[in-house]
């Protein structure tokens, strides 16, 4: 990386490029803020490591002038203000550290906000991406005429657009509702005793039921069901297909033919109409567009010739079963387009009479697309987050979360903090050890000053006191954080505890101090 330093002090400059230069960074310094500027139009900067007070100019008028720019600045100064660090904070400076400094911090500091600019940028493409997907994914379900649900401890979680006029009911009102409540209106005590039994037992559903809504209109619908995990928890999927038509159909020839030709013209998937041997008698509009045939090719063309090899003897079977059960489940297969491209649809069929097959084709292929982008999506999140994980625990410093909910609690603690106390993390955590182990003489000025954070919204403290290990031996060390407000008098500290090895130079040695431990290099 390319690193570029800027600083009135030669050993700061110093200190710096051997520390920069010894991980194997290119390291250029600037003695003042028109000379760094000068380098920063003339080039690329992947860090800016930059002195708020210069001989000319300030660190933050640098800072404004390198808005929308690539370059990551982290702030030094011997300042110990709460205001000016987040006023540069506000101008796009990631992080700050505190002179003297010190070798390892230093190079701790260059990784940790490397490590975090690399994940928060991956997090947010990958949000943009997963934000993406689910949208298109939401808009090809509720495009669907199979109605959807979704239930997950006997709640209703989701429903597309096709289910919710099923029910006769608008889609925010069974949302979150007992799916007793929705699925057993009236006569419809059948469907909810199945999908009761599924959810319990993981019986098969597959089959036609009558069904009468909120509106007091009937259906005829084939439910299949199906267990899946939803929004990280285990749920079942329910598809009901509105057969109502279809069985009208086979007992009158005469609306057979009617609905037939509605349903041809207007549907928004593919219509086939087939022979017991495969070959395509009719096709509708969708279908001509689905494949990139016209009509005059699709009559003289056979089930065979539009299928993936694969799935021919399948589709088959399917027929078979249709034949023999009267109704079958959608099948995913395969179609091949005019051009070759491959196509992922949904087929699903009616069976006309003897010698007659209404086939009906929904494509997938975006959906599927969309599912495999989700999936890579999240392995990546997975991925980062493991990363940023292995990172903490390896920084000689023990990192910790605490919560201020009237009392104080701690939510976690790193690894390091068996180094430094002689307790594992998880007995520290429960115990409340980080701040159970303050020196009582020192414990209620850390607890005040906390306090006067919150109160004063001041959310970086920078806090010196001593703390017992588990031999009882004292510690010097020094607390840095950042406190942010969560809720209603909730406040979430996250922040670092380092042992320093020398006393302040201050003679009242039993005073909590929000500045730096004076201690020798």
């Not at 001989?55 to 929308?68: A, C, V, Y």
């Not at 540069?88 to 400094?101: Q, T, Y």
């Not at 010739?305 to 088959?316: E, G, Q, S, T, Y």
Request: glycine share 4%; aromatic share 10%; proline share 2%.
């Amino acid at each position: 990386m390319k690193i570029l330093v800027v600083d009135n002090n030669e050993f700061v400059q110093y200190v710096c490029r051997f520390v920069f230069e010894k991980l194997g960074h290119e390291v250029d310094v600037a003695q003042s803020g028109h000379t760094a500027l000068n380098m920063l139009s003339e080039k690329h900067y992947d860090f800016l490591f930059l002195e708020l007070f210069l001989r000319d100019m300030s660190g933050l008028n640098i800072l404004e002038k390198l808005k929308n720019h690539n370059t990551i600045p982290v702030i030094m100064t011997g300042y110990h203000s709460v205001d000016l660090i987040k006023k540069a904070v506000e101008l796009g400076a990631v992080s700050h550290i505190f002179k003297p400094l010190d070798a390892d911090n230093l190079e701790a500091m260059l990784v940790i906000c490397k490590k975090r600019h690399e994940i928060e940028q991956a997090r947010e493409e990958a949000k943009q991406k997963l934000f993406d997907s689910q949208q298109k994914y939401k808009t090809l379900v509720d495009s669907i005429s199979e109605g959807i649900a979704i239930i997950q401890e006997k709640k209703v979680r989701f429903i597309n657009k096709s289910m919710a006029e099923m029910l006769g009911m608008k889609l925010m009102k069974v949302l979150n509702k007992d799916f007793k409540e929705v699925f057993a209106p009236f006569q419809a005590d059948r469907v909810y005793q199945r999908m009761l039994q599924f959810i319990e037992t993981t019986t098969p559903i597959e089959g036609n039921f009558g069904f009468e809504n909120f509106q007091n209109k009937r259906f005829t619908l084939f439910v299949t069901a199906n267990k899946m995990t939803f929004q990280n928890k285990p749920a079942d999927m329910f598809v009901f297909n509105d057969i109502t038509e279809r069985i009208e159909l086979t007992k009158n020839m005469k609306k057979i033919e009617e609905r037939y030709r509605i349903l041809h013209e207007h549907a928004s998937d593919a219509f086939f109409l087939i022979d017991q041997d495969g070959k395509i008698h009719d096709a509708n509009r969708i279908s001509e567009s689905l494949l990139g045939l016209n009509k005059d090719q699709l009559v003289v063309t056979h089930m065979n010739d539009i299928l993936h090899d694969d799935d021919r003897d399948r589709f088959v079977m399917f027929l078979n079963e249709l034949r023999h059960l009267g109704a079958v489940p959608p099948s995913e297969m395969r179609l091949r387009k005019k051009n070759g491209e491959e196509l992922i649809v949904s087929v699903s069929a009616v069976f006309i009479d003897f010698n007659s097959y209404l086939v009906i084709m929904c494509d997938l292929t975006a959906k599927k697309q969309d599912e495999d982008r989700v999936r890579e999506v999240e392995g990546k999140l997975q991925l980062w987050e493991k990363k940023f994980d292995s990172l903490v625990q390896s920084v000689p410093a023990v990192v910790y979360t605490w919560r201020f909910n009237g009392d104080f609690s701690c939510l976690y603690a790193s690894p390091f903090v068996e180094h430094l106390t002689g307790f594992d993390a998880d007995v520290t955590m429960s115990e409340n050890l980080l701040l159970k182990n303050i020196h009582e003489q020192d414990y209620n000025h850390v607890i005040d000053a906390l306090k006067r954070h919150m109160d004063t919204g001041e959310s970086f403290f920078h806090l010196t006191y001593r703390m017992k290990n588990r031999k009882n031996t004292e510690l010097h060390v020094v607390n840095r954080g950042y406190i942010e407000l969560r809720g209603d008098g909730i406040f979430e500290i996250d922040g670092t505890i380092v042992a320093v090895n020398a006393a302040r130079e201050n003679s009242e040695t039993n005073t909590v101090h929000d500045t730096r431990w004076q201690y020798a290099a």
